[in-house]
């Protein structure tokens, strides 16, 4: 008996089909949320993040002794 027959015939099929209906949700939600209108506002408050120093983050350790 080989392996793809007994894979085969356990029926797992149905799995791969879950995967690639909830892989296709999952990727439609994201150009979704990417492309909709009023979006271009966050992205590009969202690109500016890493060179933003003006607005207060978390306290930084500047001490020997922490």
């Given amino acids: 008996m080989k392996l793809s027959d007994v ?3 356990a029926g797992l099929s149905g799995y791969a089909i ?3 209906v909830l892989f296709m949700l999952v990727f ?3 150009v ?4 909709a209108p009023g979006s271009a506002a966050r992205h ?3 690109a500016r993040l890493p060179l933003d120093d003006d607005e207060p983050g978390p306290a930084r350790r500047t001490g020997k002794g922490s």
């Fill in 18 to 20: 879950v995967a690639l």
């Fill in 7 to 9: 894979m085969s015939a």
């Fill in 32 to 35: 979704i949320r990417t492309f």
């Fill in 44 to 46: 590009a408050r969202d």
């Fill in 28 to 30: 439609l939600a994201i």
